[in-house]
């Protein structure tokens, strides 16, 4: 028998992919896993941490060992950091057995969800409607690759929940299996 598809949130920071994915996996009754959080608990450093001490390259790296290493997993809705997709072959690996929905929002609503005093190394901790709009407008090719979209600006994370769960029912999605 097949094995069950990953669900996989991408999107840029700020737009509730953590918050999100760990409701839908409770709904989906799926295993929740957050990308940034397993790198954290690997090296035993926090994402700025990280980013200061190692500087964004090795992040990157980290973050495709990571993906290399969660796509044995079947049956988990998987958060993944802002920038995880911006790798071509991460989202290789994420497609070949998930699902990839994108959540948005405007610039205005990530400024006011990452506030101020934010773990963002790539907002340099000085967050401004014009570096998220500039950042927001680069990743926007990238985010392309997801097989769903969900604007969150005025949606609360129920209601996110819900229109993600609505999609996998339309496509026949909540039981899918994949092989392997
Ligand atoms: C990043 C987003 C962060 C984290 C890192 C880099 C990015 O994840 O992976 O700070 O490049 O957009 P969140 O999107 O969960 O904040």
């Known amino acids: 028998m097949g094995q069950q598809l990953n669900i996989i ?6 737009t509730g992919k953590s918050s999100v994915g760990r409701k839908l996996a409770r709904k989906l009754n799926k295993e929740f896993i957050d990308t940034d959080q397993e790198i954290e ?20 790296s980290e973050e495709k060992l990571m993906i290399e290493k969660i796509a044995s997993k079947r049956n988990c809705v998987i958060s993944t950091g802002g ?15 998930g699902i990839l929905i994108c959540l948005t929002a405007s610039p205005a609503t990530v400024l006011s969800r990452v506030g101020k005093n934010n773990n963002r ?5 000085k967050s401004s409607l014009e570096l998220i709009s500039s950042l927001i407008d680069e990743r926007k090719p990238y ?24 999609f996998l029912d339309e496509r026949g999605l909540l039981n899918a299996e994949v092989n392997g």
């Open 143 to 166: 985010y392309k690759c997801a097989d769903f979209s969900v604007d969150t600006s005025d949606l609360d994370i129920d209601e996110i929940v819900e229109k993600i769960f609505l």
């Open 121 to 125: 190394p790539m907002l340099k901790n």
């Open 9 to 14: 949130l991408i999107g840029f920071m700020g």
């Open 41 to 60: 608990q690997l090296i035993g450093l926090n994402i700025t941490q990280i980013f200061k001490k190692y500087g964004e390259v090795r992040f990157r």
């Open 83 to 97: 920038g995880t997709v911006l790798d071509p072959d991460n989202v290789a690996i994420l497609k070949n057995n």
